[in-house]
């Protein structure tokens, strides 16, 4: 019923959402060698020891661009730049698992340092989340990649009862506020059981309907539009919150990075946007973009994507139009709908009463049924090659393979 979605990020990380899709680029320049290209734009190379395949250990560059020199140049000032671009692109909001390496594809990106802010990065670094989060939903992986200063952050704004205590201060970016916090890594699985119970106990209100409640007041649960309140919005950058940004926030369309496609299923989070959200239409099937990992050349980029590609340059045309109302919420008819489908339990159900004596409260009937506007939508893309493998369980062709 809540995602991270591409407004939220940008107002949290101060990242532009609208832009140039990131595409592929490819690590040569004018036919020279990738490595040629990165002494020309860094001024030095680094040793075999601190390379593998085309990616740079992040301790090299800590070392070699850790402070630029003073009375410096303007050539070594945006050596030290690109450096610091680089880093900050793969360790904070493209980072992978191995959290100590930065790949050299951001070299044609930090050529032209002017041109940096022409990239929609709010949206790429957005895809990549996503794409994570579906990644780790696999029982057999263990680590989340990302940038995970993004999913705290969004955490922690829209659930007061999670935040760790003495963080009251903020500041531009907002997720600076929570840049501190380190918690420790002892005790992960009864920290698990613990967070899990916590979300389930989650309520809609502790206190009656007469109380009047404050963005931070300790008794709210969860809120809907965080950045909306008028000492956030003296702190976030007047770029921001001009329209062509704000109207990017509720365009359904496709989040490229790369050769990850992901898709801004901006319908079925409307109270993150002040809306009321009604019963949801089947969210578009992408499975077969899952497998897509980029490999094999510039061949799935500028083709086998160009649809996607497509469907982000069209994206002003595909702005969600909807009522912003007082009481942003879900209606009737979702929570109908959500007590059939949804997966209600994150702990055992022998933790936890029976949900289904809850009632529905009185709010979300009051707040209507809520509506969107009936738009294209875009194929589905199933992944049938698994199905095509259960077929074949048990014939001749699958004794052969």
């Known amino acids: 019923m809540v995602s991270v979605r591409r407004g939220p990020y940008q107002c949290i990380r101060g990242a532009m959402a609208s832009g140039n899709a990131h595409v592929s680029h490819a690590v040569r320049r004018g036919g020279r060698p990738a490595w040629v290209w990165f002494q020309e734009l860094l001024g030095v190379i680094p040793p075999p020891s601190q390379v593998q395949k085309y990616a740079v250990n992040c301790s090299w560059f800590q070392e070699t661009f850790g402070e630029c020199p003073e009375g410096a140049d303007e050539e070594i000032v945006r050596r030290y730049a690109r450096a610091y671009i680089m880093m900050l692109l793969g360790t904070q909001l493209f980072g992978d698992k191995s959290g100590n390496r930065i790949h050299i594809r951001w070299l044609p990106y930090v050529v032209r340092l002017e041109e940096m802010g022409t990239y929609s990065w709010g949206s790429a670094a957005l895809a990549w989340l996503y794409r994570c989060m579906c990644r780790v939903a696999n029982r057999n992986v263990i680590k989340l990649a990302g940038p995970l200063q993004l999913l705290q952050s969004w955490i922690f704004w829209r659930f007061p009862r999670f935040r760790p205590p003495g963080y009251e201060t903020f500041s531009w970016p907002l997720a600076s506020r929570w840049s501190g916090y380190n918690p420790s890594g002892s005790e992960k699985g009864p920290r698990v059981q613990m967070w899990r119970f916590r979300i389930d106990r989650l309520q809609d209100r502790e206190l009656g309907p007469t109380a009047v409640l404050t963005m931070e007041s300790s008794f709210v649960q ?180």
Do not use: C
Request: glycine fraction near 6%; hydrophobic fraction near 40%.
């Open 222 to 401: 969860f809120i809907w539009m965080p950045y909306s309140s008028p000492d956030v919005l003296q702190v976030v950058h007047p770029e921001v919150l001009e329209p062509r940004h704000m109207a990017l926030w509720r365009s359904m369309t496709a989040l490229i990075y790369f050769a990850v496609i992901e898709w801004h299923q901006i319908d079925r989070v409307l109270p993150q946007f002040g809306g009321v959200q009604p019963r949801p239409h089947p969210a578009l099937d992408i499975d077969f973009l899952m497998s897509n990992n980029g490999r094999g050349g510039d061949r799935w980029f500028p083709f086998y994507l160009q649809k996607w590609h497509l469907l982000w340059d069209s994206r002003a045309e595909s702005v969600l139009r909807f009522d912003v109302v007082a009481d942003p919420g879900p209606s009737h008819e979702f929570l109908e709908w959500w007590s059939q489908h949804g997966k209600r339990f994150l702990s055992p159900e022998t933790h936890l009463g029976d949900p289904r004596a809850v009632l529905i409260p009185v709010e979300a009937s009051q707040r209507g049924p809520g509506q969107v506007p009936d738009m294209d939508r875009s194929e589905d893309m199933p992944d049938r090659r698994r199905f095509e493998r259960r077929m074949g369980v048990g014939t001749r062709r699958s004794q052969r393979e």
